[in-house]
Nanobody, 125 residues
């Protein structure tokens, strides 16, 4: 069974930083693409970043480039999202999912069987 469990969310002041973690199981992590997505209240879920665990390629939605960094630790089957200079409008539930794709500045979810609970990130103004 594919499982991805997010953690690391919290309340952060505008301009602050958080690091999210996503522990994966139930599939071959080393061959996967794993992404971070977020859903703000009343809005559609959107892609944030995607990483290829096989070659380390990383992709970012345009608005987070230069502020967010995605990384993976294949030995721990874990993907991280380091978020710096957070903005209050980035308050959302953050999810990780696999697979993901990227095209022209946008990260997309692939055929994701089910989404996890996510982790709440709240940026205080």
């Amino acid at each position: 069974e594919v499982q991805l469990v997010e953690s690391g969310g919290g309340l952060v002041q505008a301009g602050g930083s958080l690091r999210l973690s996503c522990v994966a199981s139930g599939f071959t992590f080393d061959d996967a693409t794993i992404g971070w997505f977020r859903q703000a209240p009343g809005k559609e879920r959107e892609g944030v970043s995607c990483i290829s665990s096989s070659d380390g390629s990383t992709y970012y939605e345009d608005s987070v480039k230069g502020r967010f960094t995605i990384s993976s630790d294949n030995a721990k089957n874990t993907v991280y999202l380091q978020m710096n200079s957070l903005k209050p409008q980035e308050t959302a539930v953050y999810y990780c999912a696999a697979p993901c794709t990227y095209n022209s500045g946008t990260v997309y979810a692939g055929d994701v069987g089910s989404w996890g609970q996510g982790t709440q990130v709240t940026g205080a103004a």
